[in-house]
């Protein structure tokens, strides 16, 4: 059975940092793609960061490059998301999910939809 499970949400004020994690199981980890997704209230979910199987291949979001870092430990079937200067946009709930597909095309990857396993999902608050 696949788990995703996050961590290392929580309630911080504008301008601090967390950092994410998301351990895998029941999956060959370092096969799969793995993306952070967020969702604020009413809205849809949308990527954040996207680390290719290998790592080789990273993407983000224009609203939090240069101020998030995607990450994972292959030995430790566990992806990071660290996220600094943080935002009030940037609250929502944080989840993790994992990619077999293995494209290289943004249009998929970003989507949601490309994702087969996700996890239950972290919330983030970032108070002003």
């Known amino acids: 059975q696949v788990q995703l499970v996050e961590s290392g949400g929580g309630l911080v004020q504008a301008g601090g940092s967390l950092r994410l994690s998301c351990a895998a199981s029941?999956?060959?980890?370092?096969?799969?793609?793995m993306g952070w997704f967020r969702q604020a209230p009413g809205a849809e979910r949308e990527i954040v960061a996207r680390i290719s199987w290998s790592g080789g291949n990273i993407y983000y979001a224009e609203s939090v490059k240069g101020r998030s870092t995607i990450s994972r430990d292959n030995g430790k079937n566990t992806v990071y998301l660290q996220m600094n200067s943080l935002k009030p946009e940037d609250t929502g709930v944080y989840y993790c999910a994992a990619d077999v597909s293995r494209t290289t095309a943004r249009y998929e990857y970003t989507n949601p939809r490309a994702y087969e396993y996700w996890g239950q999902g972290t919330q983030v608050t970032v108070s002003s």
């Open positions: 029941g999956l060959t980890f370092g096969s799969y793609g």
